[in-house]
């Protein structure tokens, strides 16, 4: 079971930026897509981004344009840069592995199938 641990949260004005990190462990690279998930209190955790072993990406359409994802498997760290950040943006970021496609889970919606996840970290982007 992969444990994973968020940072870089915190709070910052719009159109500002904060790049997000998440720390794996008990991990095998290769055997695991990963994502970003957010969720604001009162609404449901949607997915922001994500990258399968194979390279394979996809973003919200909310946030195209404006967050990267990326990997580095050799230290077993996710991240996701956060460019242009607005106030639509604050939420309760995740951080979340899988070993089914996180692309596909995203794109249809679940986090059903979403094997471990973070503790979250928050954003707070004001205007």
């Known amino acids: 079971q992969v444990q994973l641990v968020e940072s870089g949260g915190g709070s910052v004005q719009a159109g500002g930026s904060l790049n997000l990190s998440c720390a794996a462990s008990g991990y095998s690279g290769s055997a695991y897509s990963m994502g970003w998930f957010r969720q604001v209190p009162g609404q449901e955790r949607e997915g922001v981004a994500a990258v399968d072993s194979d390279g394979k990406i996809t973003y919200a359409a909310s946030v195209k344009g404006r967050f990267t994802i990326s990997r580095e498997d050799y230290r077993n760290t996710l991240f996701l840069q956060m460019n242009n950040l607005k106030p639509e943006d604050t939420a309760m970021y995740y951080c979340?592995?899988?070993?089914?496609?996180?692309?596909?889970?995203?794109?249809?919606?679940?986090?059903?199938?979403?094997?471990?996840w973070g503790q979250g970290t928050q954003v707070t982007v004001s205007s």
């Open positions: 979340a592995a899988a070993k089914s496609r996180m692309t596909t889970l995203q794109t249809l919606g679940f986090t059903t199938g979403v094997d471990s």
